[in-house]
């Protein structure tokens, strides 16, 4: 009779799983038969992840203690065996360039940027003692295509993707295999979150952005309908899905038209003429 733990189910971690991207993968990859460890940073997300019957910790990327602690339950629990990773917990910081404070600047870099990197040389160890695993990164379109008043977001997306096509390159021959996944507008609660993160860190009186910020503001705050060619998040979980699955999985996946619009305009473009592209596409918040 064989010895059913000799083969243990494929292993999974997800960060951002209280909604959106991170939560419908979550479930989706459970249910394909993964062993999915569904992280988000609040108590009452957690709780609520635990009730819909999903293995769930909380971790906060903005927190070395949180990171390390996540990782040494999964450790724990599987045996220090860990089949994939999905670097998915993000959020955005609106504004102007000008208007980011250092503080701002850098909380966005320690959720998107820096704790992110952090988990993943945490679980490194782990794919490089079992001789394989899967490493996917959830970027964005602005991770290649810079749009107005998204300075900090663009930042940490960009500088993600430099980091993951460098570590992908140092991976080789490892069996690790790292994707990036680049969505457009997929629908979830990143504008509400957006909204909160405007809101408590910049001050629009005073900018020489004010007009536009009101502009900018009413975007943000509307709850009615939603941007043009946006998708539900199954639209990510299918790349997903291969990017975890397939045996060659891709270096990149793009979501939604604009991601496949602008990458196709960003190589034949000179960059004034991307510049006009990307301007014209967001003129209705600066009018």
Do not use: C, K, T, Y
């Given at each position: 009779m064989s010895d059913a733990s000799a083969n243990p189910p494929r292993s999974l971690l997800v960060t951002g799983c209280s909604s959106g991207i991170g939560h419908a993968a979550a479930h989706a990859m459970?249910?394909?038969?993964?062993r999915v460890f569904a992280t988000a940073r609040g108590e009452a997300d957690v709780a609520r992840l635990r009730e819909e019957g999903l293995?769930?910790?909380p971790l906060d990327l903005a927190s070395s203690a949180s990171i390390e602690t996540a990782v040494e339950i999964v450790a724990e629990r599987t045996g220090g065996r860990l089949t994939a990773l999905f670097n998915?917990?993000?959020y955005g910081q609106p504004?102007?360039?000008e208007d980011l404070s250092r503080d701002v600047l850098r909380a966005q870099l320690e959720t998107n940027l820096l704790g992110t990197h952090e988990l993943t040389t945490r679980v490194l160890p782990m794919m490089r003692t079992q001789g394989h695993g899967?490493?996917?990164q959830n970027s964005s379109v602005l991770g290649f295509a810079a749009l107005p008043y998204?300075?900090?977001y663009v930042c940490s997306k960009f500088a993600l993707e430099g980091l993951t096509d460098t570590l992908r390159q140092e991976l080789k021959g490892s069996g690790i295999h790292v994707s990036l996944i680049q969505p457009g507008p997929i629908t979830s609660?990143?504008?509400?979150n957006a909204y909160r993160a405007f809101q408590a860190n910049i001050a629009t009186a005073r900018s020489a952005h004010a007009d536009t910020y009101r502009q900018v503001e009413d975007r943000l705050a509307s709850q009615e309908g939603k941007a043009p060619f946006t998708l539900g998040p199954e639209a990510v979980v299918a790349r997903l899905i291969h990017a975890l699955e397939h045996p060659r999985p891709k270096p990149r996946y793009a979501v939604t038209l604009p991601t496949h619009l602008f990458a196709a305009l960003k190589r034949v473009l000179t960059t004034r003429g991307m510049d006009r592209v990307l301007l014209r596409s967001t003129r209705d918040e600066r009018e």
């Open positions: 459970a249910a394909r038969g993964w293995e769930a910790l998915n917990g993000a504004g102007a360039v899967r490493i996917v998204r300075g900090a609660r990143f504008r509400e």
